[in-house]
């Protein structure tokens, strides 16, 4: 079992950056591939970013690639979303994801969320 804990989420304006953070506990951290998610009202959830388990390639939505970036401390168990040059579009309440072979909407391991609020 994984447990996985978002925080960092906030109010910030446009054009403006945010770095989050999912604490993960229980299972060795680094046997996981890690993601983000987003979800914003009314819409499904959506793939951000991700680790690949073995290598640690990071991957990127097209819609964040180039603002946002993805990494992972294996020593504190954690992985990272800095957002910079954050756009309206991106408010949605995000999730933290781990999983045994790669992530997806499938994932094995999923965080509570926490809200990232963009304003114009």
């Known amino acids: 079992q994984v447990q996985l804990v978002e925080s960092g989420g906030g109010l910030v304006q446009a054009g403006g950056s945010l770095k989050l953070a999912c604490a993960a506990s229980g299972r060795t951290f680094s046997n996981y591939a890690m993601g983000w998610f987003r979800q914003a009202p009314g819409k499904e959830r959506e793939f951000v970013a991700g680790l690949s388990r073995i290598g640690g390639s990071a991957y990127y939505a097209e819609s964040v690639k180039g603002r946002f970036t993805i990494s992972r401390n294996n020593a504190e168990n954690t992985v990272y979303l800095q957002m910079n040059s954050l756009k309206p579009e991106d408010t949605a309440v995000y999730y933290c994801?781990?999983?045994?072979?790669?992530?997806?909407?499938?994932?094995?391991?999923w965080g509570q969320g926490t809200q990232v609020t963009v304003s114009s």
């Open positions: 994801a781990a999983d045994r072979i790669n992530v997806s909407p499938r994932a094995d391991y």
